[in-house]
């Protein structure tokens, strides 16, 4: 749980309807408040502002606001290593037991405070761990990934046990974290003991811990009963937080947060100017020409040329850095026809990506043939190899036929006469030997200029291949639901994109989270696992050896072709030349983690 919140899913800018965004641009303008910043999101937030449920990227803004700042460890901005924070950590130090396993002790600094002025100590980090691992959170909080590699997780997050072997309070400002020896060693090693402390007294106020401080000293009921308020309260309002702000409200797609006075500052001791901060609704299609008129003050991560150019054109700050992260079209590996490696290759060769670069980036950005960012160290380095030995899948209708010909899918209706790709039309498809037709379900987000390409593209090239590219479309909201199983679908297919931290681990592609929400495509292959492993077990330090499983792993991920990659880019955030401080950001810092930079001028 870094304070870039590692390992959270990031699910990119898309659109929302214009209806809703003249209801909010008439709303709660910003006005020209020296005060207020305030911040358009292109797509509806989730409103789910706890760890471990289905927060989109506009969820996680508010997050990042609320919650980042007093995690044992930081990224650094400049060199991207993983530090004790300053705020927080007295003191720390790292033993290796005779058996291989790893103790990180913590002494905690006093004097912190949450937002409603309760001290911090040990024990609300030591009952974090133990209250975010606990079998009863884990049934409703799916995507909780913490603590997952420390001692004595599975039999803890399971029930087997009542004690977390690999976590103790020591005292009350000492604890101590111990990672698993079958877990090392990690390139991120630190990142293993990573936590942030929740307001126990809050969120479980009669909780108990046992005396070697690594169990809850209280019964299942009242466990329930806190993880039932949590899941259920605290989950959309968060009231006592440790991060800059704090939440205000929540109400019809619009997120209010102010300065919280007890915040410690980040690992530089620096606190936040902006007295408060206003998320809303804003479709892309007037972003522009609501910064103009002083109703916005930010538009973040901005991908589209159209509406880029128009920004400088008026003569507003336009603020441009490298994606870390890649545009794709996201395929379900474990139902329908996208489930069979040829389909998914086949897709592949239907797309003129080039086309997505040209008319959505507006020359912004690049074709990329792997789940990497253009400014990434690991891809710079290994730029040539990487370029010659990846499948470069271009539009070819001849080779998407070859492909589909290989698979299941290589009869005509009858299930016996082989398919004749020459006579391929809307009348005539693909076909199994059940008789089942060639049919991929895809979803994606309404008023979309990617949603859009993709069924002027895709529609028709699949109609020549004999197969039906059948598209929906619907809230942004919607498409993270289905596409991490919470509602049940039976679509393959989903646009979006996907972002990475300074962390590049692509553990939630391994098959042990299948069917979690974290693994978008619940793929399911032993050589990817075996890949994801060699790019983890990697010695700290070892840049070389880490690099090289890194490109093993693209290299893969290229073959198998669960995602497919149209573009990496470069983002815009656009803001009135009032807004000082977007300097800070980064590909890695995205506003709401860089909020103590920012002020407003006028």
């Known amino acids: 749980m870094f304070d870039n919140k590692r390992r959270r899913i990031t699910m ?50 508010a997050t990042n606001l ?85 001692l004595g997780y599975n039999a803890y997050s399971t029930g087997e046990s009542k004690v977390f072997e690999g976590v103790k309070l020591i005292d009350d400002n000492t604890f101590s974290l111990t990672i698993d020896k079958a877990n090392l060693p990690y390139y991120f090693e630190a990142s293993k003991a990573d936590i942030s402390p929740e307001p126990m007294h809050v969120w479980f106020k009669d909780a108990k811990l046992n005396a070697e401080g690594n169990a809850f000293d209280n019964t299942p009921e009242e466990i329930q009963a806190a993880v039932e308020y949590v899941s259920t309260t605290e989950r959309y309002k968060p009231t006592v937080v440790v991060g800059a702000y704090k939440l205000e409200s929540y109400e019809n797609g619009t997120t209010i947060l102010v300065k919280n006075d007890q915040y410690a500052g980040n690992y530089e001791g620096k606190k936040p100017e902006v007295e408060k901060v206003v998320i809303r609704q804003v479709d892309s299609n007037v972003t522009v020409q609501a910064i103009e008129k002083g109703e916005v003050d930010l538009s973040p991560g901005n991908i589209e040329g159209e509406y880029i150019n128009k920004a400088k054109e008026l003569e507003l700050q336009t603020v441009n850095y ?36 040209q008319k ?109 590219y059948y598209i929906e479309q619907g809230e942004f909201a919607t498409l993270g639901a289905y596409m991490q199983g919470r509602e049940e679908n039976d679509f393959n297919a989903f646009n979006l994109a996907t972002s990475f931290t300074s962390l590049y681990d692509p553990w939630q592609n391994h098959s042990k989270y299948v069917g979690t929400g974290l693994n978008w495509s619940d793929i399911s292959d032993p050589e990817l696992d075996a890949a994801i492993e060699k790019v983890r077990r990697i010695e700290p330090g070892n840049r070389e050896a880490y690099s090289e499983a890194v490109v093993e792993y693209f290299q893969l991920w290229n073959d198998l072709l669960f995602q497919i990659p149209l573009y990496s880019n470069l983002y815009h955030d656009i803001a009135s030349n009032r807004v000082k401080g977007l300097e800070k950001v980064t590909p890695e810092m995205d506003w709401s983690k860089t909020i103590e930079y920012i002020s407003i001028e006028g």
């Open 66 to 150: 609320m919650h980042i700042g007093a995690s044992v460890f930081y990224i650094d901005r400049d060199t991207s290593e993983i530090k004790p924070n300053p705020n927080f950590v007295e003191s720390h130090e790292v033993k290796a037991d005779s058996e291989g396993n790893k103790t990180y002790t913590f002494k905690i600094k006093g004097g912190n405070k949450y937002s409603d002025g309760t001290e911090i100590t040990a024990k609300d980090y030591v009952m974090s761990m133990l209250f975010r691992t606990h079998p009863a959170w884990m049934k409703v909080a799916s995507m909780e990934s913490t603590g997952d590699e420390l």
């Open 360 to 468: 959505i980036a507006g020359g912004y950005g690049s074709v990329v043939n792997g789940p990497f960012g253009l400014s990434q160290w690991f891809y710079k380095d290994n730029k040539d190899k990487i370029e010659s030995s990846l499948i470069d899948y271009t539009y070819n209708i001849t080779k998407a036929n070859e492909l589909l010909d290989q698979s299941i899918y290589k009869f005509e209706k009858d299930g016996v006469t082989p398919f004749d790709a020459s006579k391929a039309s809307k009348d005539y498809a693909r076909y199994d030997a059940d008789g089942n037709k060639l049919v991929v379900k895809h979803f994606g987000s309404e008023k979309n200029s990617v949603t859009d390409l993709i069924v002027s593209q895709l529609v028709p090239a699949a109609e020549k291949a004999g197969m039906e």
């Open 12 to 61: 990119k800018k898309l659109m929302i309807a214009f209806v809703a965004a003249l209801l909010v641009l008439t709303g709660c303008g910003s006005q020209g408040s020296s005060s207020t910043l305030t911040v358009a999101a292109p797509a509806s937030q989730n409103g789910d502002f706890v760890e471990g449920f289905g927060s989109n990227a506009y969820d996680r803004w």
């Open 322 to 357: 490298p994606r870390n992260g890649f545009g794709n079209i996201t395929l379900k590996a474990n139902k329908g026809p996208t489930q069979y490696k040829e389909v998914r290759q086949s897709i592949g060769y239907m797309l003129n990506r080039n086309e997505f670069v």
